[in-house]
């Protein structure tokens, strides 16, 4: 690994902490989950530890390194996903946006970390006025010929500023998704304070904790990924910045996920009954205590041990295992469970900027689904998160006896188009 590019933390982003940490899990030097590869050939790779802590003073999950983000977002090949699941999710978001919000036509909606505008043009149909910010050159392009205006720029005070002055204070702020990648907490928060209308809702989309611990989403933890939020200690880090959480509502995309907005603290909206009880069943259930964190760890083991043991024994009965859905998440799971092609094929995937290119770490070749010729016997459902959708668009492989092999929270093979979590 390369020093400059990652920085050590010390402190607890949320709450300041700097002597609180309880150690979690260690997936050891894993490369960036988005770092696909031009060869198979053997060859030195960047990796970077991959570490979670827990702070005991805020529950923070953070990953111990950073790294670089000019290394991870300015051409980012993650683009939005296009799928029914996506799109009706992308619909919620709007309605939950304007029952909180209760935007009027022309207001402004700013979105963090807006991608190829899918979201925002949901919006804009909804007769808000849009404007994105997102780092990635290639996807703000996208965007700005999609009709949505795009800040290509790292959001920071001075952007919000800048924003503020341009188009006017944003009755929404929205980031889907992208808190859980940003460091510096505080400057976010600053800049979302100054472009905030007195009244306006700055609402994010974060993996929730609980589902990460309950549902085993392990490879959810990828360097992207810095922060693993409880509804509380979003509360402790909004309170520190002048912030009051407003509302939040469960939501079941990417492996369960929590929409929560803070309006100023001295805004009109008051605290929804929900955000307390979700605080209280945090307390209660014991997600404040080290024993939550250590019991995750050993289920994570216990997961990883019995999905290559799985696998290999498919592979020694002579059948033919592959990957579907070179996603982000699948760098971790290959690399931590150490699978690779001696057990894989392949793996297929729809995004043409990643076919042809090899898994990072694992090396398997990204395969378009149509270059597929012969389908494996079982598929390594790499994109769980779209295991209900996959399996139905997939139900003529399954059909003609194939297997789809959800990794977690525990691995389990279907081989009919049904899944019960
Ligand atoms: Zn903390």
């Known amino acids: ?111 963090l970390g807006s991608n190829t505008g899918q979201q925002l043009m949901a919006f804009r149909d909804a007769g808000a006025r849009v404007l994105g910010v997102d780092p990635a050159l290639n ?13 290509p720029e790292f959001f920071d005070a001075t952007t919000a500023e800048d924003i503020a002055a341009r188009h006017g204070k944003a ?10 990648h940003v460091d510096d907490l505080a400057e976010l928060l600053a800049g979302a304070r100054r472009l905030l209308a007195d009244d306006g809702l700055f609402t994010i989309e974060v993996p929730y904790a609980v589902d990460l611990l309950d549902g085993l989403a392990f490879d959810t933890i990828y360097h992207e990924h810095l922060s693993y939020f409880l509804v509380s200690t979003l509360d402790t880090l909004f309170a520190r910045h002048g912030l009051r959480t407003v509302d939040v509502a469960r939501l079941s995309v ?37 024993e939550a964190y250590e019991r995750f760890a050993a289920r994570i083991r216990e997961t990883c041990a019995g999905l290559t043991a799985l696998v290999r024994g498919l592979v020694s009965e002579g059948r033919r295992v592959a990957c579907y859905g070179a996603s982000a998440k699948g760098t971790t799971l290959l690399n931590v469970c150490g699978l690779g092609p001696a057990e894989l094929e392949f793996c297929t ?73």
């Open 171 to 180: 009755s929404v702020i929205l980031g889907r998704h992208v808190f859980a």
């Open 349 to 421: 995937d729809t995004t043409p900027q990643k076919q042809g290119l090899f898994t990072p770490g694992s090396h398997l070749p990204v395969l378009a689904p149509d270059d597929v010729r012969r389908q494996p016997d079982y598929y390594l459902l790499l994109a769980w998160n779209y295991a209900e959708e996959i399996m139905r668009r997939e139900s003529a492989f399954l059909e003609a006896g194939g297997g789809f092999i959800v990794p977690v929270p525990e691995p389990k093979v279907y081989t009919e188009p049904v899944i019960a979590r």
């Open 139 to 151: 996807l703000a392009q996208i965007a700005e010929s999609r009709g949505v205006p795009t800040v």
């Open 254 to 290: 990417h492996g369960g996920s929590i929409l929560v907005s803070a309006g100023r603290a001295e805004s009109r909206w008051p605290t929804h009954e929900r955000v307390r009880e979700l605080i209280a069943h945090e307390r209660d259930a014991g997600y404040l205590a080290d």
């Open 1 to 111: 690994m390369s020093g400059e590019a990652v920085r050590t933390v010390t402190r607890c982003r949320v709450c300041g902490s700097a002597e609180e940490w309880q150690p979690v899990i260690s997936f050891g030097e894993v490369p960036l989950a988005n770092s696909f590869q031009p060869t198979a050939e053997p060859h030195a790779e960047e990796t970077y530890p991959l570490e979670v802590v827990s702070c005991r003073a805020c529950r923070l999950l953070s990953l111990t390194v950073v790294v670089d983000p000019e290394l991870l977002y300015r051409t980012y090949p993650y683009v939005t996903s296009d799928s029914e699941t996506m799109t009706r999710h992308m619909q919620e978001v709007v309605r939950l946006c304007d029952e909180r919000s209760s935007l009027a036509e022309g207001d402004l909606v700013v979105e």
